[in-house]
């Protein structure tokens, strides 16, 4: 049984842990999967890596309204797929090295899966066959999450195949038609993506719209031009799926009736769940809420004394730059035990890199109703900036929150061109604590820029009443 001062489960966010403050420190990494978590192999990286040629690729729809007649000829999906899978598989192997190289020599990898038997002790199931117990002071969990294969009847029968997001983006070639299970963000990135490639999409969705954790006007915008691209169907649900045609076929339930989908491709996109439940984390002693996620504190303690647990683990929040940033408190607070760094979960943005493109942060308009919290409104077109009108863009906007009487933001939500990039400043301004008024008024704003958008949203606020 080989004892160390601390053992990291996952080569997420969790792989940046061990630097030079912790040198001095014998150091376990276990790891079940490949090196750089989801983010790097099957997340965010890669997805982006596709959906940017799928912009490209979607060009030619976007340019009829501005007098340009282009047309896409081919996409090479297998020299887009090994160009990006290349260069990824790359950096998983150099990280791997790394960590089992010379220069981490405090570190010993451990290729296998990892489940507690007993407080702080480890055992760990290898891939080439062994297993091993370890025990450490001091554990940091971060084995990330896993994608949800709902319980449908049929899907897991011999015959059907059956994508996810860890999956889809390594098939060997374009099919002629898929269909999408989910109504949130990795659904909507896929589609984008294959429907920009010429590939005939079904989404089915079981909620009234899209995007439903957006503001209801985003969502609604958003679910508007997604049924003008591909087929979307709502309020549905896959009652059964088989093998036929060319690949499967499902019987789906709707608001009128029962129909049939056929596809040659199915994707399952509804969603990531924790993989606490596979660590063994109650039989440590590591308290899990009822989502199935290990419940942690400001520090990212978890409830097991010197146990920190950080990103989709343990986080409702399933972003990067969210983990990156609980490894980083947990990295401090296992150096400086005795004034430990809280958490910052204020001011969390996200996007979806769909088309339109979709950032937020903080509270939605109808989160704000509910909760009784007072706020003043306002929306901003794209159409009423100089950027936006040269586009012809007429759908698209800005809608921003602010406290009446501060002028603090409260949230801001944008849906059009560049809408992660743009958002930023509204970050900025919610994590300095800075007022709508003085962002707007304080600075210069290019002209005629996209960032003309945040400018005139701000400015369209009301004065605050004062305090």
Not at 167 to 190: C, H, K, N, Q, Y
Not at 197 to 205: C, E, L, R, S
Not at 252 to 271: D, Q
Request: aromatic share 6%; with cysteine; net charge negative.
């Amino acid at each position: 049984m080989a004892h160390f001062d601390l053992v990291i489960i996952g080569t997420g966010s969790g792989n940046s842990i061990p630097g030079p403050e912790l040198s001095h420190l014998r150091i376990a990494i276990v790891e079940d999967n490949l090196f750089g978590g989801t983010c790097l192999n099957v997340g965010c990286i890669p997805t982006k890596m596709f959906v940017h040629p799928a912009e490209l690729a979607d060009a030619a729809r976007h340019g009829r309204a501005l007098g340009i007649d282009a047309q896409l000829n081919a996409v090479d999906w297998k020299g887009i797929r090994d160009r990006i899978f290349a260069r990824i598989d790359a950096i998983e192997a150099a990280g791997r090295a790394y960590r089992e190289g010379p220069d981490c020599a405090n570190v010993s990898v451990f290729a296998g899966h990892g489940r507690f038997t007993a407080p702080k002790h480890l055992s760990v199931s290898l891939h080439d066959g062994g297993t091993e117990v370890i025990t450490a002071e001091k554990f940091v969990l971060a084995a990330g999450s896993r994608a949800v294969v709902p319980d449908i009847e049929g899907l897991l029968d011999p015959g059907v195949t059956v994508h996810t997001s860890d999956t889809i983006m390594r098939i060997d070639a374009l099919p002629a038609s898929i269909a999408i299970v989910g109504g949130g963000f990795i659904a909507a990135e896929f589609a984008h993506v294959f429907s920009s490639f010429g590939v005939a999409v079904t989404q089915i969705a079981r909620g009234p719209a899209l995007l439903r954790n957006q503001d209801r006007d985003v969502s609604e915008q958003f679910t508007q031009e997604a049924a003008a691209r591909y087929e979307v169907l709502l309020e549905a649900s896959v009652e059964q799926v088989t093998a036929g045609g060319s690949g499967v076929v499902l019987e789906v339930k709707g608001p009128h009736g029962h129909r049939t989908v056929t596809a040659e491709l199915l994707l399952i996109a509804t969603g990531r769940q924790s993989n606490a439940d596979s660590l063994g984390a109650e039989g440590a002693g590591i308290a899990v809420d009822d989502a199935g996620r290990v419940v942690v504190d400001e520090y990212q303690r978890t409830s097991a004394e010197g146990i920190f647990a950080l990103g989709d683990v343990s986080s409702a929040h399933q972003l990067k730059h969210v983990a990156n940033h609980e490894a980083r408190v947990v990295q401090h607070n296992l150096t400086h035990p005795g004034s430990m760094m809280a958490a910052d979960h204020r001011f969390i943005p996200a996007a979806v890199f769909a088309d339109p493109q979709i950032a937020s942060v903080g509270l939605t308009e109808e989160q704000a109703g509910s909760q009784g919290i007072p706020y003043a409104v306002n929306t901003q077109r794209y159409a009423d900036i100089a950027a936006g009108w040269a586009r012809e863009d007429t759908d698209h906007f800005l809608k921003v929150l602010a406290d009446p009487v501060t002028g603090q933001l409260l949230g801001a939500h944008i849906i059009g061109p560049e809408a992660a990039t743009i958002i930023q400043p509204l970050i900025h301004a919610m994590s300095f604590g800075q007022s709508a008024h003085s962002v707007a008024r304080g600075q210069y704003w290019i002209h005629p820029a996209l960032s003309e958008l945040v400018e005139n949203a701000l400015l369209g606020l009301p004065e605050p009443t004062g305090g």
